[in-house]
T-cell receptor, first 113, second 114 residues
Framework: AQSVTQPDIHITVSEGASLELRCNYSYGATPYLFWYVQSPGQGLQLLLKYFSGDTLVQGIKGFEAEFKRSQSSFNLRKPSVHWSDAAEYFCAVGSSNTGKLIFGQGTTLQVKP | KAGVTQTPRYLIKTRGQQVTLSCSPISGHRSVSWYQQTPGQGLQFLFEYFSETQRNKGNFPGRFSGRQFSNSRSEMNVSTLELGDSALYLC?????????????FGPGTRLLVL
């Protein structure tokens, strides 16, 4: 069965520090992978996606993610975090034949001044 | 281009009532999916519609239903509301159906069942 695991429920980083949010997936075929961000009381905003090709993908707001098939991971990174990045981050996997996205439980990012 | 819109944004109902939520997709998008978000269960897939047909359904009771109109707008209905139905209901649209399509989410409808 398809699944997504985000091992870190909550992460706190200092403003200006680097960030890495972990995501592991379980899927039999080549997955379609997404990272979304959700601010309080808001919907989900797409940060980036991986379908195929270059395993390092660039997204909005300075985020990037690397697909590692051997580790079944799709970790999200940002070299320097801003206070406005505080939010909840969701990793998701989509199957090839349905529009169903399976989400991880989310990681809440807190940014210290 | 306008994003996905959902109405109403907030709703308070009592147990046993029914509720209808509306979603207007991005112009030109033909697929609409619905998700329920709760603190305990996270984000869970409800159903996916494409060209007025339900393509996929998540593991929810029959009290949850939906439909899609010819203009791609979608509604979901929950009958006989239970306290556990309190959640943020998110609608997402994509150009076509399928997992390779990027889904764009609306702001959600927050439902509180008392």
């Amino acid at each position: 069965a398809q699944s997504v695991t985000q091992p870190d429920i909550h992460i706190t980083v200092s403003e200006g520090a680097s960030l890495e949010l972990r995501c592991n997936y379980s899927y039999g075929a080549t997955p379609y992978l997404f990272w979304y961000v959700q601010s309080p009381g808001q919907g989900l905003q797409l940060l980036l996606k991986y379908f195929s090709g270059d395993t390092l993908v660039q997204g909005i707001k300075g985020f990037e993610a690397e697909f590692k098939r051997s580790q079944s991971s799709f970790n999200l990174r940002k070299p320097s975090v801003h206070w406005s990045d505080a939010a909840e981050y969701f990793c998701a996997v989509g199957s090839s034949n349905t529009g169903k996205l399976i989400f991880g439980q989310g990681t809440t990012l807190q940014v210290k001044p | 281009k306008a994003g996905v819109t959902q109405t109403p944004r907030y709703l308070i109902k009592t147990r046993g009532q029914q509720v209808t939520l509306s979603c207007s997709p991005i112009s030109g998008h033909r697929s609409v999916s619905w998700y329920q978000q709760t603190p305990g269960q996270g984000l869970q897939f409800l159903f996916e519609y494409f060209s007025e047909t339900q393509r996929n359904k998540g593991n929810f009771p029959g009290r949850f239903s939906g439909r899609q109109f010819s203009n791609s707008r979608s509604e979901m209905n929950v009958s006989t509301l239970e306290l556990g139905d309190s959640a943020l209901y998110l609608c997402a649209s994509s150009l076509l159906a399928g997992g390779q399509e990027t889904q764009y989410f609306g702001p959600g409808t927050r439902l509180l069942v008392l």
